[in-house]
């Protein structure tokens, strides 16, 4: 029904960059919340940022002003532009959404991505 596909990570050393995309698509009424999460090896799954879909954003603690969270509505994308990375930044990042969709009836469900991996090296 609803698909979300994650893209934009991969490799690369401390202090670089990397911009993750995660695109939905399906029978789509609306997106309310969309968000970022990270899970590292050995560690539960965390809050990286999300947004509303009037641009209300949060994030982790960790955060530190180092990523920026947005979203384009009309193309159903929500982005994460990741600067001064870190080693410890290292993890699968998932994509996830609050959707609204019309399947009979209408209802809000929430969908996952498959992940994207980061790896930061020092």
């Known amino acids: 029904q609803v698909q979300l596909v994650e893209s934009g990570g991969g490799l690369v050393q401390a202090g670089g960059s990397l911009r993750l995309s995660c695109a939905a698509s399906?029978?789509?009424?609306?997106?309310?919340?969309m968000g970022w999460y990270r899970q590292a090896p050995g560690k539960q799954r965390e809050l990286v940022a999300s947004?509303?879909?009037?641009?209300?954003?949060r994030s982790g603690d960790f955060v530190e002003g180092r990523f920026t969270i947005s979203r384009d509505n009309a193309k159903n994308t929500m982005y994460l532009q990741m600067n001064s990375l870190k080693p410890e930044d290292t993890a699968v990042y998932y994509c996830?959404?609050?959707?609204?969709?019309?399947?009979?009836?209408?209802?809000?469900?929430?969908?996952w991505g498959q992940g994207t991996q980061v790896t930061v090296s020092s």
């Open positions: 399906g029978n789509i009424l609306s997106i309310n919340v």
């Open positions: 947004i509303t879909s009037n641009n209300i954003t």
């Open positions: 996830q959404a609050d959707v609204t969709i019309l399947v009979g009836v209408r209802g809000t469900f929430r969908y």
